[in-house]
């Protein structure tokens, strides 16, 4: 047996930094366990770990306890099984497509008027796989279910709420046409959070998180989730080992922190936001307001029904001068809110879609959708709600 009196001062300081001191009490606050690596007391512990034949960690990319404690976390908040966590949202949503083992040659189903990366990242997709792709209008039910007959799909994808046009997807009249027709439902609930509503109650084969944005709620994380069965969570995770996108443990004990705050974050957001797009909605210099709690929305009857009288916290807006120089104008003259390509923080940001999100984009499919060159998306932050409509009329009067 060593005698560890007998280390030299340079031994005896790295063991020594290793273990902590016993105590009795259990922190509150889950620890950040930052440590790459996992000692065990026998190879033989080590191996039954290695061979899942027992719980345990054994290496940073296979998975940590802070991280695992996230996961935990948002499988308890979305209702479903198993949670994995990456690195951003966009490699939760590469990792969804790619858990569905589409075949060369497959189809897959998907919401014309996403997120403009998502878009891309589709298109990427199904060139390499040589694949086929058809965007729908996934609040026509009889187009997507043309869509999913036409050809045997194994992906049908939709945004809970669309970014940035707000429309509202009815979740489970989706899963039913995923489900009959054989294909995968995957939901981004990022801009409903489940503060609002769990799609895997409604039937999605997938929740997909971006952890970045309300989830977090701060904007110092990215992060992103996919959420189902224990058998996805497996898939998932053999996929984080091999591609090295799982979610370090830094991260991961910030996100646990933001979210211990998102229910009450995402009600006074929600709460401002309604307040925002009745405001924009009488201004003379405005156009048309997107937003799911007003009346006029296509789909508000949906939105209150789906997600119990709150509409999110993104309210999206058209300038009536539609055009480039009025929006920068309007954007360089806001002093409270930040002009920043992102959601979901604790203070207001506003982005143009036309050079950001959707700028790959071809000019004519944009406006075909109804992103034109006056549309502004609007996040809306936990600032006052009075300071926040100052902030516009200022930035309008200059527009």
């Not at 034949?53 to 209702?79: H, I, M, Q």
């Not at 039910?141 to 869509?147: D, I, L, M, N, T």
């Not at 058998?231 to 211990?260: K, Q, S, V």
């Not at 006029?296 to 009857?301: A, N, R, S």
Request: with cysteine; glycine share 10%.
């Amino acid at each position: 047996m060593m005698d560890r009196r007998e280390l030299g001062a340079g031994t005896r300081v790295v063991r020594a930094a290793r273990s902590l001191p016993p105590g009795t009490g259990e922190p509150v606050v889950p620890p950040l366990v930052q440590s790459v690596a996992f000692d065990y007391g026998s190879a033989a512990e080590q191996d039954a770990v290695f061979g899942n034949d027992r719980p345990g960690y054994v290496y940073g990319r296979y998975g940590t306890p802070t991280t695992a404690a996230l996961e935990n976390v948002l499988a308890e908040l979305d209702g479903v099984e198993a949670v994995t966590c990456f690195v951003t949202g966009m490699a939760a949503i590469s990792a969804a497509v790619d858990a569905c083992a589409i075949s060369r040659g497959g189809r897959v189903v998907v919401q014309e008027d996403c997120y403009g990366q998502t878009r891309a990242l589709f298109e990427r997709w199904v060139r390499e796989r040589s694949a086929d792709i058809v965007f729908v209008d996934t609040t026509d039910h009889r187009a997507v279910e043309a869509a999913l007959k036409a050809k045997p799909a194994g992906l049908l994808y939709a945004e809970a709420i669309a970014n940035p046009l707000l429309k509202v997807n009815d979740v489970a009249a989706l899963a039913r046409l995923a489900r009959d027709n054989g294909a995968s439902l995957a939901v981004d609930a990022t801009f409903a959070t489940p503060v609002l509503f769990r799609p895997a109650a409604l039937g999605a084969t997938m929740v997909i998180h971006s952890l970045t944005k309300y989830l977090n709620g701060h904007g110092d994380v990215m992060g992103g989730s996919v959420g189902g069965s224990k058998e996805l969570a497996g898939a998932m995770r053999d996929r984080t080992i091999l591609d090295g996108a799982y979610l370090p443990p830094h991260e991961a004990w910030l996100a646990i922190r933001g979210m211990r705050t998102v229910a009450l974050r995402m009600r006074r957001q929600c709460e401002s936001a309604l307040g925002v797009a009745r405001h924009l909605a009488k201004h003379p210099k405005v156009a048309r307001v997107r937003y799911p709690g007003l009346a006029d929305h296509p789909q508000h009857e949906l939105a209150t029904r789906q997600f119990g009288g709150l509409y999110g916290g993104v309210v999206s807006f058209a300038l009536r001068d539609d055009t480039k120089p009025a929006a920068f104008r309007f954007l360089d003259a806001l002093e409270l809110a930040a002009s920043a390509t992102t959601i979901g923080d604790l203070f207001t940001e506003v982005l143009y879609p036309p050079i950001s999100s959707h700028r790959r984009l071809p000019p004519e499919e944009r406006k075909r959708l109804g992103i034109t060159d006056g549309f502004l998306r609007m996040s809306v932050g936990i600032e006052d709600e009075a300071d926040i409509l100052a902030d516009i009329d200022r930035a309008l009067d200059r527009v």
